[in-house]
């Protein structure tokens, strides 16, 4: 079955520190995959996403995320986290298309401390 | 502002009591979708509609129904709720460029 892990609920991380959030996947072919973000009280916004060429993709906010086709990860990461960046973390893969429909991981709530 | 605008925010049933959720986009997208979010499951796909006229099962159809009305708005009816179906509910379209998400509708069944 095709699927989506985050393995960490929660990462916690002190301001201005690098940050990581970590995506597997487990689906056939070539898929799409992207990051959201989710405040509280409100609906997903878009971060990032892959599709194709370079493995490293930058994103809104200063996000970047690293493609690993071997590892089938596609972990999300900041250079310096800043306490507004703490939220609800979602990967999602598209197994067919940029369009098709998205399988979410459970999510990861980063929290960020001054 | 251009988006995805569902209605309504908040919602509470009683058990057995059927209610529709409205969902309308503006962005003359054709593909419009259904999830719900529960804690520590993330999103899961109810309903989808890949186009107007069109609608299939995703992961979690079961209690539920759709209607692409139109290619602007594709509705979520829950028929007879049940305590189980307490969730966060999230409509989406999406085009090449990319998917835009809802506010979400919060329903508690009691």
């Known amino acids: 079955a095709q699927s989506v892990a985050q393995p960490e609920d929660q990462v916690n991380v002190a301001e201005g520190n690098p940050l990581t959030v970590k995506c597997t996947y487990s689906?056939?072919?070539?898929?799409?995959l992207f990051w959201y973000v989710q405040y509280p009280n409100r609906g997903l916004q878009f971060l990032l996403k892959?599709?194709?060429?370079?493995?490293l993709v930058k994103g809104s906010y200063g996000f970047e995320a690293e493609f690993n086709k071997s590892q089938t990860s596609f972990h999300l990461k900041k250079p310096s986290a800043l306490v507004s960046d703490s939220a609800l973390y979602f990967c999602?893969?598209?197994?067919?298309?940029?369009?098709?429909?998205?399988?979410f991981g459970q999510g990861t709530t980063l929290q960020v401390k001054p | 502002n251009a988006g995805v605008t569902q209605t309504p925010k908040f919602q509470v049933l009683k058990t057995g009591q059927s209610m529709t959720l409205q969902c309308a986009q503006d962005m003359n997208h054709n593909s419009m979708y259904w999830y719900r979010q529960d804690p520590g499951m993330g999103l899961r796909l109810i309903y989808y509609?890949?186009?107007?006229?069109?609608?299939d099962k995703g992961e979690v159809p079961n209690g539920y129904n759709v209607s692409r009305l139109n290619k602007r708005e594709f509705s979520l009816r829950l028929e007879s709720a049940a305590p189980s179906q307490t969730s966060v509910y999230f409509c989406?379209?999406?085009?090449?460029?990319?998917?835009?998400f809802g506010s979400g509708t919060r329903l508690t069944v009691v």
């Open positions: 509609s890949a186009s107007e006229g069109t609608t």
């Open positions: 689906v056939s072919g070539n898929p799409y």
């Open positions: 892959y599709i194709t060429g370079d493995n």
């Open positions: 999602a893969v598209s197994p067919i298309s940029n369009t098709g429909k998205l399988i």
């Open positions: 989406a379209s999406s085009d090449p460029t990319g998917y835009t």
